[in-house]
């Protein structure tokens, strides 16, 4: 799985924050909040908003927050602690209970009868060190992401979480940004449910990669592209 696009990190930086109130809108709307693009945009932006449902604000704050501590923690591997740090800023404001802790009770998810395992942390420590083996940056942030939403790790906010920690992994590699557009979310969903129930992911891998990666063919294609140089793993929990 080739990378779709070959950015240098700062390019692909300027991506996300160039489109960043659409993606946080997407993700949004991929978790069933009835806001529209322009109630995302005043709430990014620190504005009021009539008839918002305060959840709703809170969660679309809690993307920014979140979305910012991607940007801002590109040296650090996609670690355990790091996508727990994810879910805590994703649910926070007690919008999540126990947000950044592994879910210690059963969970169900709508449209399927399959149910997850119950997480367990040292099984899921070896099985994100195995996805970190992938080799090719995009296959392997599509396969993290994939790997966190059926896992089920939080008990709320897996999704939104899952495809930071993916954007993460694909924004420190110059590989572009995972985001569903409106349009192609009913499809993705009926193929996530497949997935939860199958455990293979094939064909939503193969669908998220030709139509849910966005970013920009910058003219200077021959710039070696920048690495991640600080591995320290970081320290969340």
């Not at 080739?2 to 692909?12: A, E, G, L, S």
């Not at 926070?92 to 126990?98: F, H, I, P, Q, S």
């Amino acid at each position: 799985m080739k990378p779709k696009y070959h950015m240098t990190i700062d390019q692909n930086i300027f991506v996300a924050k160039r489109n960043i109130v659409d993606y946080i809108w997407k993700s949004a709307h991929l978790e069933g909040l009835a806001v529209t693009y322009p109630d995302t945009e005043a709430i990014f932006n620190g504005l009021s908003v009539a008839g918002v449902p305060v959840k709703d604000i809170v969660a679309v704050n809690n993307l920014k927050h979140a979305w910012q501590f991607v940007l801002d923690s590109l040296d650090y591997p996609v670690d355990y602690p790091f996508i727990c740090q994810i879910n805590r800023l994703v649910g926070g404001d007690n919008l999540v209970y126990r947000a950044g802790f592994l879910r210690n009770v059963p969970v169900s998810i709508g449209g399927t009868t399959w149910k997850p395992d119950m997480p367990i942390e040292s099984q899921i420590k070896e099985d994100l060190a195995e996805i970190r083996t992938i080799p090719e940056p995009t296959d392997r942030a599509l396969t993290l992401m994939l790997y966190i939403m059926r896992k089920q790790m939080f008990l709320d906010g897996n999704k939104r979480t899952a495809m930071l920690a993916g954007n993460a992994e694909m924004i420190a590699h110059g590989c572009g940004i995972i985001s569903v557009p409106i349009e192609k979310q009913r499809d993705f969903t009926m193929l996530l449910i497949k997935f939860y129930e199958s455990g293979d992911m094939a064909e939503i891998k193969d669908y998220l990669y030709e139509g849910c990666i966005d970013g920009i063919d910058f003219p200077e294609m021959g710039v070696e592209k920048e690495e991640p140089t600080n591995q320290q793993t970081f320290g969340g929990m």
